[in-house]
């Protein structure tokens, strides 16, 4: 029988209080772990944790914190540690859509998303390892796009920056693989989340599309093999496997959750 049972377990995750991390979160707490979840606005986090809170039994708390920032990076784990006793799952989910063709992004552009989407997995990771690899088990799971192995036409700086977080997930799979800490990335494809609701707001507002939620849902789908956007539900269930028992001989790897999306493997 799988064991996804999440016992005894603490867990940190990233960008937790909507989509992918509220769902990785919730799946935690249901498999019997603490969580603390983070992410900047205090009220939107708060109402995630008293939701999440009612899924199981175990401790989820809440940290308000913009983990762009070294020192929010910092504070917020060690917060976690004090809070939960230890991290064993460092889940790095926190990011947001940033894509353009190259020559759009300044240097502002592409600073923002390193220090958002692969600086911030670098310093939670450096933080999470030593404690990890002294009680030898640990899970850092990295969430990356689909860009991370196809960078398709007017995907600056994203896929850059989720290819290097392609390669940061081997460089910690290899250093932690002697200590039992296991480290991999899964990609996400188009998931149904509040980045999307987002997103067509803001390109209704400049006129760019004039079709319904759900036919912008349908266009999305249409690229799809499966003819389906994902449910983030259906990608923290990856998550979980990842950071359980039942994926304790997975290590280095680039696992896609996305309905057949990306042509490669
Ligand atoms: N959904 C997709 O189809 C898709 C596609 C490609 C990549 N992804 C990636 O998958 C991950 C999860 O995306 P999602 O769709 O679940 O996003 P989402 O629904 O927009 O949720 C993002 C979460 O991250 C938090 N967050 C954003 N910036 C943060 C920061 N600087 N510090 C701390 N927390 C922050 C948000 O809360 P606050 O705003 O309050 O901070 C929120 O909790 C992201 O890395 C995203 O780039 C998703």
């Known amino acids: 029988m799988i064991d996804m049972r999440m016992d005894r377990r603490c867990a940190l995750i990233t ?83 940033q894509n353009g063709p190259f020559e759009a992004a300044t240097d502002d552009i592409w600073q923002a998303d390193f220090d958002l989407k692969l600086f911030a997995a ?25 860009g991370a192995k196809w960078q398709r036409f007017g995907s600056a700086p994203t896929s850059v920056t989720r290819a290097a977080g392609m390669a940061l997930t081997k460089v910690i799979a290899n250093e932690g693989a ?15 989340t509040d ?20 036919d912008y849902l349908a266009e999305m789908a249409s690229r799809i093999p499966m003819n389906r956007v994902g449910t983030a539900e259906e990608f923290a269930n990856m998550i979980l496997f990842l950071a359980s028992d039942a994926g304790s001989y997975v290590t280095g790897t680039a696992i896609n959750v996305d309905g057949g999306m990306c042509p490669v493997v």
């Open 195 to 214: 980045q999307w609701v987002r997103g067509y707001a803001k390109e209704q507002a400049e006129g760019k599309i004039k079709r319904s939620f759900d």
């Open 178 to 192: 002697p200590h039992n800490v296991l480290c991999n990335a899964v990609l996400v494809g188009l998931i149904q």
């Open 122 to 146: 670098i310093r939670l990771s450096r933080a999470a390892l030593p404690g990890m690899k002294e009680r030898r088990w640990g899970r850092i799971i990295n969430t990356l796009n689909s």
């Open 15 to 97: 960008g937790a209080s909507k989509g992918i991390g509220y769902a990785a979160a919730v799946n935690f707490i249901k498999a019997g772990g603490d969580v603390a979840i983070v992410a900047r606005r205090p009220d939107v986090l708060e109402e995630a944790r008293a939701s999440i809170a009612e899924e199981g039994k175990g401790k989820v708390i809440g940290i308000a914190g913009d983990v762009s920032k070294a020192d929010d990076c910092a504070r917020i784990f060690a917060e976690a540690e004090k809070a939960l006793g230890r991290i064993d799952i460092l889940v790095n989910n926190a990011g947001t859509h």
